[in-house]
């Protein structure tokens, strides 16, 4: 996720995957820090999903309140997007799949890799098929 900050844009650094409450579902935070004089300053935004009505909901906050909300939501942390990174090598969750065609210098196929993808950017080659030209 990217937001607006001032005039800059700024990328999360990290993203919580939050336990449900009794009134909402779905529950992220994405965290942003921003380095303004020799001081680390938090941007958080949390998304929530109504369980009665379907809505989603986007609460913005920075500063104080920021940390606040941090601070209350460190119990209710059940992962991290961190954790799901660490996992490399192998795709992780929901995977699609890819095919990549290898050419010669003639430009005819040679062969084609078989690869299994995921949504964070990890993939695993499964099978590379050879084409008779």
Request: include cysteine.
């Amino acid at each position: 996720m990217i937001i607006t900050y001032g005039t800059t844009k700024i990328k999360h650094k990290v993203v919580w995957f939050l336990a449900d409450i009794d009134t909402f579902t779905e529950r992220k935070l994405f965290i942003f820090e921003i380095y303004c004089k020799k001081k680390i300053k938090y941007v958080t935004v949390l998304i929530e999903k109504n369980k009665l009505t379907s809505e989603i909901y986007s609460q913005r906050s920075s500063g104080k309140k920021a940390e606040k909300i941090i601070d209350r939501e460190q119990l209710r942390k059940l992962y991290t997007s961190d954790d799901i990174k660490i996992k490399k090598g192998k795709p992780y969750g929901w995977t699609y799949g890819e095919n990549i065609e290898i050419h010669n210098r003639n430009g005819e196929v040679v062969s084609i890799k078989q690869k299994r993808c995921d949504y964070f950017g990890q993939k695993e080659t499964i099978n590379t098929v050879v084409v008779s030209v």
